[in-house]
């Protein structure tokens, strides 16, 4: 979805490899509907007690039950549409109410900065909520050069002032069956790296 280049950093710890595989399950299945292989292997997940380990859980449920040509129905009623899907996940929409406004422009600015251009081929704005959440992916993996001060600076500029909402709208959207409780993984993921670069500032 990015293009970045690789860092000269060392091995990342298992926390922050933990942290990337969930950034980038999430950025995988909102930037486009999963097929069966992977809905078949998301019925294998297994959750623990913990609030994210039961989302976790409910969307394995969900998986199991779920037929590949309607989740992908769902993902289009939800994210393209006739005109429009009912969400429209771009940073710029929910901050400004519109596509391609200032906080696009700023987010670019910073990619720029880290060494990230939008890969060939894909044309979505990049201030959408799936390529962010890559973005945050391979910092964590360093794939990105980013200590965490980094990470958390710009998680706190694209993602913590909306990603927060979003994924509340996607768990009341009319459509969502199995992206709600995708949306509650993407809502406790948000609160826990936002209370994590909290402490770690």
Avoid: C, K
């Avoid at 969307?59 to 899907?85: C, I, K, S, T």
């Amino acid at each position: 979805m990015t293009d970045s280049q690789p860092t000269r950093g060392s091995a990342i710890t298992a926390v922050d490899a933990a942290r990337s595989e969930q950034y980038r399950f999430l950025a995988r299945l909102l930037m486009s509907a999963p097929d069966q292989a992977l809905l078949d292997a998301i019925a294998q997940l297994e959750g623990d007690q913990t609030a994210l380990g039961q989302a976790f859980a409910a969307l394995a449920a969900a998986a199991a039950n779920a037929d590949a040509a309607v989740v992908e129905r769902e993902y289009f009623e939800l994210f393209v549409g006739v005109g429009r899907g009912e969400l429209l996940p771009y940073a710029s929409f929910y901050l400004t109410g519109f596509l391609n406004e200032r906080p696009l422009a700023v987010l670019r600015a910073d990619l720029a900065q880290i060494g990230v251009a939008r890969a060939e081929g894909r044309f979505e704005p990049e201030d959408h909520i799936a390529l962010l959440l890559e973005v945050m992916a391979d910092m964590a993996a360093g794939q990105i050069e980013s200590d965490v001060a980094g990470q958390g600076a710009f998680f706190a500029r694209h993602i913590a002032p909306w990603a927060g909402q979003f994924f509340d709208d996607l768990a009341v959207a009319p459509s969502a069956r199995f992206y709600r409780p995708l949306a509650e993984i993407g809502r406790l993921l948000t609160d826990i790296e936002s209370r994590a670069f909290t402490l770690a500032a």
